[in-house]
């Protein structure tokens, strides 16, 4: 299921306006040195800042100050360290898989449209070519007159690898809901367009949509094949 990186970060901030601005720890003399004083409300925004990787977050993270337990792990600088530490790493990790798609990302060679053995529905048929195996999108569209929208047959996440054999199974009423006018022993254009899921990050730091498309956009890891087909 797609990650609602703008839900989750709004739950996480809601949680820390939450606290009161008062509220502190203090005296914490086991904790690692500079994290021994803060107030609860700056450790909440500089864990989310860290997590969901946003420096506006870090506006509202403020020192403690404390003059017999070091307070210099949550300040609105450490917290913007972190996070530029944290989205380094993202970067990188983004970037290599980047270079692994370029070299060998699966790709569409061709696709059919089959009638299902119901004599009812339809079976999309999809090859590929490539050698990196990984979690891609499938999506298979109905392409009616220039001016309308495409109507969606079919979008689902799958693993493809070198030695993919798939028949993705379309009930003809799922069709019909996209697209009333549909019809069976006609023939419609279809585009069918595959595109590499690069995750959204995880525990440590997840990934907004921005950063994803700046550092590697979905135009670069998708590809499509548009064909009549009949059905």
Known sequence: ???????????????CEAIARSDY????????EGYRSYYVRSKCFQEAAVRFRDLDLCRQVRR?????SSSWGYTSARCRQLVDEGTAVDRAELERTKAAYVSGGMK????RVERNGNGRDVDIVPTFVG??????????????APSGAPALLH???YYV???????VYVPQADIRKQFPAFSL?????????????????????YWSPAFIEHVFPVRERSQSITKQASF
């Not at 797609?2 to 709004?10: I, K, N, P, Q, V």
């Not at 403690?64 to 017999?68: I, Q």
């Not at 569409?108 to 696709?111: Q, S």
């Open 1 to 15: 299921m797609a990650f609602d990186y703008s839900g989750e970060r709004s739950k996480a901030t809601r949680a």
């Open 25 to 32: 720890q203090s005296g914490l003399y086991f904790n690692p």
């Open 64 to 68: 403690r100050w404390s003059l017999l």
């Open 108 to 111: 569409l060679r061709d696709f």
């Open 131 to 144: 050698t990196y195996g990984h979690g891609y999108t499938l999506t298979f569209e109905i392409l009616p």
């Open 155 to 157: 979008t689902l996440g």
């Open 161 to 167: 690898g070198e030695n993919a054999n798939m028949r």
């Open 185 to 205: 022993n006609r023939v419609y254009a279809v585009r069918a367009t595959i595109t590499l899921d690069v995750g959204h990050g995880g525990q440590s730091g």
